[in-house]
């Protein structure tokens, strides 16, 4: 027979071939812990505000213009991304000699 001591003070007995009593606890009756709606895909993130990890949906990316610092349109070939300052996000255009090293020749 194994105890376990909760944080209570409370202690649990159990039998090794027997129910374990940590699977009757659940995730969200820590203290710092929300869980509400579970869904397929979602991961505990932390929540400054509430001071608690809840759970949240990963989002979906699937293209690269679906992060928000990423703008793709007209795809054409051999063009790359490229920092564009004015709007601070990444954009496809082509590799010219300006993008290279300035254009100064």
Known sequence: ??????????????????????????????????????????????????????????????TLDDLSDVVVTSVQNNQSLQWNAATSKWINQDITANSIDGGTY
């Open 1 to 62: 027979m194994s105890i376990i001591s909760l944080n209570t003070g409370t202690q649990a007995h159990f039998m090794a071939q027997g129910t374990d009593v940590q699977s009757l606890v659940n995730l969200d009756k820590l203290s710092d812990v929300t869980v509400t709606n579970v869904q397929d895909n979602q991961v505990l993130k932390y929540d400054a505000s509430q001071s608690q990890w809840v759970n949240t949906s990963t989002g979906t990316i699937t």
